[in-house]
């Protein structure tokens, strides 16, 4: 599917001038995707993993621009580490440009190194479907269009298939949300992390207008539904 107008511009922010960002604002404005996607307030997974005792897991997930789910998980208790990236296709088209194209396999991701003592697999996820993205949008996320903007679960072992699987079900089953999740689960995958200028842009970047209208609400909602979670000072990417 090809990419709609927000796709193709909303990231060139190094190309911006003032008077294109206005512009790019008031076109936001008036479309049918001015306003931020609301959460879902659903209820806990039933199964999670199990307690091993180690203090450092990895987790990748994909809900549309990563922009947004980045900045969620920088601001979840137990998250050492969020990183955006690309996962799903090959090292040699792990590039904005050639992902954007939507033929690569790739979506953009999210690459989360978290404490499993403070915040399980399962707590991540809840965030993940609640929160970060709607799981429900086939191939696409409010104004972004393409495979690359896909609802995955990426799990890195066999206990956080299961997990991510019996929790699908689980929401499927509760009828949380007005229409059957799409979110796959893709096993096997490589990630690779983005650009640097992709890096904490939700974080460095609250005023740009697609930050504003459709992640900055993401970020209050986390705050809202999960206060316990909620980790006032993100935890950014350095260098």
């Known amino acids: 599917m090809k990419p709609s107008l927000f796709s193709s511009t909303k990231r060139r922010v190094a190309w911006f001038s003032a008077p294109a960002l206005i512009v790019a604002a008031l076109v936001f404005q008036n479309t049918a995707w001015s306003e931020a996607e609301r959460a879902v307030a659903i209820p806990a997974p039933l199964q999670d993993e199990s307690p091993t005792g180690q203090h450092l897991e990895t987790a990748v997930f994909a809900g549309g621009c990563f922009w947004g789910v980045q900045g969620v998980f920088q601001h979840v208790k137990g998250v050492t580490s969020a ?54 949008e086939l191939n696409r996320q409010g104004p972004d269009y393409g ?27 509760s009828h949380k949300f007005s229409a059957p999740l799409v979110t796959t689960i893709e096993e096997h995958a490589q990630f690779y992390p983005a650009e640097k200028y992709h890096q904490n842009f939700l974080n460095d970047n609250p005023n740009y207008p697609y930050i504003a209208i459709n992640d900055i609400p993401k970020v209050e909602q986390l705050k809202q539904l999960f206060p316990t979670l909620w980790n006032k000072d993100p935890v950014l990417v350095k260098g």
Do not use: C, W
């Open 83 to 136: 990183i955006s990236g690309y996962t799903g296709g090959k090292a040699r088209t792990a590039n904005y440009e050639t992902v954007s194209m939507g033929m690569t396999g790739h979506a953009e991701s999210v690459q989360v190194i978290f404490d499993p003592t403070k915040v399980t697999y399962g707590q991540l996820l809840q965030v993940f479907f609640s929160v970060a993205h709607n799981p429900t």
């Open 147 to 173: 495979p690359q903007y896909r609802s995955t679960v990426f799990p890195l072992s066999e206990s956080q298939a299961k997990v991510a699987k019996a929790y699908i079900a689980q929401l499927n089953a």
